[in-house]
């Protein structure tokens, strides 16, 4: 049961993005979303990995292509971690200014824990509320919020599974 949700896109960072892209093929879940050019990651270049996921590169430099793209390409976006910093900032802003559904997610416990009852309710309620069939997953890096990799994918799997 994933609430209406059938594919999750992300633009392929550490952290955030990559978590829920694991957690989407654990759950059977379509995979994909735009890649910055050259494939970039604050690990280098991740072609091969960002393929696996179905990830297509953009034609333009930078990050802030790839992340309207994923925006504009999605029913609505879950931001996980800090939402003031980084690119999650521009996430924020885009999803804003184009007035596309936005759920912030706090990435409050450690890596391990079970994802709070309450959140995952509330995340399931604003999946059928927006019915949301392309869910684009956001958030820090994970040299940003150490951990954010496994909680956004911990919680992914409780929510959606």
């Not at 989407?24 to 494939?39: C, I, N, S, V, Y």
Request: hydrophobic residues 40%.
């Amino acid at each position: 049961m994933t609430f209406g949700v059938i594919k999750i896109i992300s633009g392929g960072q550490t952290g955030a993005d990559i978590g829920a892209l694991i957690a989407a093929q654990e759950l059977g879940l379509e995979t994909g979303g735009f890649a910055p050019k050259g494939w970039l990651t604050e690990n280098g270049p991740q072609e091969a990995v960002l393929r696996s996921f179905g990830l297509i590169e953009c034609d333009e430099h930078g990050y802030p292509p790839r992340t309207r793209r994923n925006v504009i390409h999605s029913g609505g976006t879950i931001l996980v971690g800090k939402h003031q910093i980084g690119g999650s900032r521009l996430t924020y802003e885009l999803a804003t200014q184009l007035k596309k559904p936005l759920f912030l997610l706090a990435c409050a416990n450690p890596p391990g824990t079970k994802p709070d009852a309450a959140r995952v309710e509330e995340f399931r309620s604003w999946l059928r509320q927006y019915q949301i069939n392309i869910l684009n997953v956001a958030g820090n890096r994970e040299s940003e919020i150490p951990g954010i990799a496994e909680f956004t994918r911990a919680f992914l799997l409780n929510a959606l599974g």
